[in-house]
């Protein structure tokens, strides 16, 4: 999907994601190809707080991304 409907996906998913759900799992915008989003997401883990929903673009080779949800470590929880 483009960016700007994955952007109003994850925000519909947050919205109605049970409060436990949240503090379980990061649900970020991915790239759609799989090594890209594995790219995207080892970035993503290794430092949360400097990535922010178009970070993901960084990583992409098209305007083709979804939304997937990682488990936060423990340490976050």
Known sequence: MKFEEALKQKK???KNADDSVLNLYHV???PADTKESVDFIDHYLKNPDSCNDDTCKEFASSDDYQ???IRKED???
């Open 67 to 69: 939304i997937v949800s």
């Open 75 to 77: 340490q976050e929880c």
């Open 12 to 14: 519909e998913s947050i």
């Open 28 to 30: 970020l915008i991915s």
